[in-house]
């Protein structure tokens, strides 16, 4: 398995606090994902990063901020959590990108809850 | 529309039967196609890229019908380790960027 970690697996939160997700690879990929996955839906593109300090916005990235200062580590960080961010957070890692993304390896997941 | 549809079952399947699910795509463009495999409250795993001439990995099966915008998986002899939720996933830009499906429930009954 490739060594993507998630911190934290489970939390639960209050409306309006902010929210940092870690996920952290020892694969030395250089491409890396923020997804939220929510019934009834695909797996949504929240952010993505291409390199360190390089990151762009996905499918549905309002509400939500990125940041990667080393190769191995990608922040997530919802500024003020809303009960509609109530979701399970995956990070994925791949190492191509130009002329689109080949396989993507995920972590195990974050299950967020705002209440 | 959706980008990627998919039938999101579930389907019941006895074991040792076979069973196949379709996928369809909306953008005519799109270049790369996978199957994933997603078990309960776990990450999504890849289970198979599809190339245009179709391919098998052991009892499964993926065809790709760019004429119909469509992919398919094909599981022969299922077992029940089968059981899982199949994610069918599309690139339909040049980018980073992957599109998926809400993906298909598969339970294998004994």
């Known amino acids: 398995d490739a060594g993507i970690t998630q911190s934290p697996r489970h939390k639960v939160t209050e409306t309006g606090t902010p929210v940092t997700l870690r996920c952290h690879q020892t694969e030395n990929h250089r491409y890396m994902y923020w997804y939220r996955q929510d019934p009834g839906h695909g797996l949504r593109l929240i952010h993505y990063?291409?390199?360190?300090?390089?990151?762009d916005k996905g499918e549905v990235s309002d509400g939500y901020s990125v940041s990667r200062s080393k190769t191995e580590d990608f922040l997530l960080t919802l500024e003020s959590a809303t009960s509609s961010q109530t979701s399970v957070y995956f990070c994925?890692?791949?190492?191509?990108?130009?002329?689109?993304?080949?396989?993507?390896?995920f972590g195990p997941g974050t299950r967020l809850t705002v209440t | 529309r959706k980008e990627v549809e998919q039938d999101p079952g579930p389907f019941n399947v006895p074991e040792g039967a076979t069973v196949a699910f379709n996928c369809t795509y909306s953008n005519s463009a799109s270049q790369s196609f996978f199957w994933y495999r997603q078990d309960c409250r776990k990450e999504p795993k890849l289970l198979m890229s599809?190339?245009?001439?179709?391919n098998e990995d052991g009892r499964f099966t993926a065809q790709l019908n760019r004429a119909s915008q469509y992919i398919s998986l094909l599981i022969r002899d299922s077992k029940l380790s089968d059981s899982a939720t199949y994610l069918c996933?599309?690139?339909?830009?040049?980018?980073?960027?992957?599109?998926w499906g809400a993906g298909t429930k598969l339970i294998i009954k004994p």
């Open positions: 996933v599309v690139n339909v830009k040049s980018n980073y960027q992957l599109i």
């Open positions: 599809v190339y245009s001439s179709g």
């Open positions: 994925a890692i791949s190492e191509s990108g130009a002329g689109g993304p080949g396989e993507q390896y």
């Open positions: 990063s291409y390199g360190v300090k390089d990151t």
